[in-house]
């Protein structure tokens, strides 16, 4: 059998190949071990799914599984956000969540995300646990567990609350006060009916498309980069909207089209939210501003620079959202952001939420009645400019085993630049005495190296790329 790990986010697998229903039910029958094992009363699961094929009966058949543990299991009606199933978990005080999706991955994939009872994402430590648990099933475990009293499969709504919960924190009177005009874009994923139901029961203006189910999204990914945007940049321009509103395939990340189509980076949109919500919300001022905001190390330190403006402490994380989640928990954070459209802020979920980001984005043009770029070239004059960029660079087995042998030396140059600071915090990052910096990232799962860098400006960016290809091949 093959083995089933837990990645960033979950498990994922090709439908089919290896996401089987054996498979999936051994997966579910690890998390039950640890779910039982780490409590003695009667423990509750919820489960969701997603739009993509057969989720839905995953799910269903993962509630059956869960409560011939004796696992009490609480199944949604309809397609979850992975955020919504996070609020649920806490509101509910349950045990944990599993969610049925491959979040932004492509339409043959699907996967379990699990969250536990904090409603985060689960931290190594928990799914190596999991995994343990599946490595030692024998094929015995694929016959019905034996609970002396099977558990009920109750079928629930999680939308309701969770949208309520966003009407205290978002100041939906403002976005109807300016009379926006908005297109929501779910990628024919799980946020439909969320983001565009309530910005629409608000009295605000939206147009939305992709609002159905299509379990090949369309025929691309349901990520929200700027390359899958094209259909919402032309309804926003044929209809004059003034914001593009998109999330993907589970709606934990976000993508932000601005006036005239304009995508706007992750990475300048976390920076340009942080600066707002520090102005604009009193709440964040408790305790004398209690707290600072955490990026992954592959994130922009425009961030930074923001928070030195307002006297914030920066928490730099691995990537992998679970590690902000944490810090959210333990009450540590304003913001939390990752320049892969992960965002949550204080007295949220501990857990990505591109439906938040969605409407903190149309508050924050309300209220600044700027364009996001206008507000972004105003922040750059406050703080600095700063130039971030991403690319997968493709590897042969040699120059990725040179690579990881050159990675681990010291540097104290490169490519004729002093190196500052050397961060192996997740993968190998230097830092130059400018203020840029390079970060590569091996693949667990592809013969890709992830190469961030950012510079002051375009020209400088693309000299600190060629030099970091430059490396790679060396």
């Not at 922009?300 to 928990?329: M, S, W």
């Not at 830092?431 to 020209?459: H, M, N, Q």
Request: hydrophobic share 40%; proline share 5%; glycine share 8%.
């Amino acid at each position: 059998m093959p083995p089933i790990k837990f990645g960033t986010s979950g498990w994922r697998a090709i439908i089919a190949k290896d996401f089987t229903f054996s498979n999936v039910q051994r997966a579910v029958d690890g998390i039950a071990e640890y779910v039982l094992s780490a409590n003695s009363k009667q423990p509750t699961i919820l489960i969701g799914y997603d739009t993509r094929f057969l989720s839905d009966q995953f799910a269903a058949a993962t509630a059956e599984r869960m409560a011939a543990h004796g696992i009490r299991a609480l199944l949604s009606d309809k397609p979850v956000p992975t955020p919504a199933l996070a609020f649920a978990i806490l509101q509910s005080k349950a045990d944990g969540g599993i969610n049925f999706t491959a979040s932004h991955n492509p339409a043959e994939y699907n996967g379990i995300k699990f969250s536990t009872a904090n409603g985060a994402p689960a931290l190594p430590e928990v799914t190596s646990k999991i995994e343990a648990n599946i490595a030692r099933a024998n094929e015995a475990s694929i016959s019905p567990p034996s609970a002396g009293h099977p558990a009920a499969v109750e079928r629930v709504d999680f939308a309701a609350a969770y949208l309520a919960d966003l009407t205290r924190k978002v100041d939906l009177n403002a976005i109807r006060m300016t009379r926006q005009n908005l297109v929501v874009d779910p990628l024919y994923g799980a946020g439909q009916g969320y983001l565009d139901k309530l910005l629409v029961r608000s009295g605000i203006n939206v147009q939305t498309i992709h609002g159905t189910r299509d379990v090949l999204f369309g025929g691309h990914p349901p990520e929200p980069a700027e390359e899958h945007l094209a259909p919402l940049k032309k309804v926003m321009r044929e209809s004059g909207a003034n914001l593009g509103l998109a999330t993907d395939g589970d709606a934990d990340r976000y993508g932000i089209l601005d006036y005239g189509g304009v995508f706007i980076s992750p990475n300048h949109f976390l920076a340009l939210l942080l600066d707002y919500l520090a102005e604009s919300r009193p709440w964040l001022k408790e305790d004398g501003w209690k707290g600072g905001v955490a990026r992954s190390v592959a994130t922009t330190h425009l961030v930074d620079a923001v928070a030195r403006h307002h006297n914030l402490p920066v928490h730099e994380t691995p990537v992998g959202f679970k590690y902000i989640g944490e810090l959210i928990e333990q009450d540590k954070l304003l913001v939390g952001g990752e320049e892969s459209a992960g965002l949550t802020i204080r007295h949220h979920v501990p857990e990505k939420d591109g439906i938040l980001a969605c409407l903190l984005t149309a508050e924050m043009v309300a209220t600044r009645r700027q364009t996001l770029a206008e507000q972004l070239d105003a922040l750059f004059l406050k703080v600095g400019r700063y130039c971030p960029g991403r690319w997968n660079v493709p590897l042969t087995e040699t120059i990725k085993n040179s690579f990881k042998e050159r990675s681990v030396r010291d540097y104290s140059s490169f490519e004729g630049r002093r190196v500052r600071e050397q961060n192996r915090t997740d993968g190998l990052k230097l830092l130059f005495d400018d203020g840029s910096w390079i970060l590569f990232r091996l693949s667990g799962t592809e013969p890709v190296c992830r190469l961030y860098c950012e510079a002051r400006s375009e020209k400088a960016l693309e000299e600190l790329a060629t030099a970091a290809r430059n490396f790679l091949f060396a």
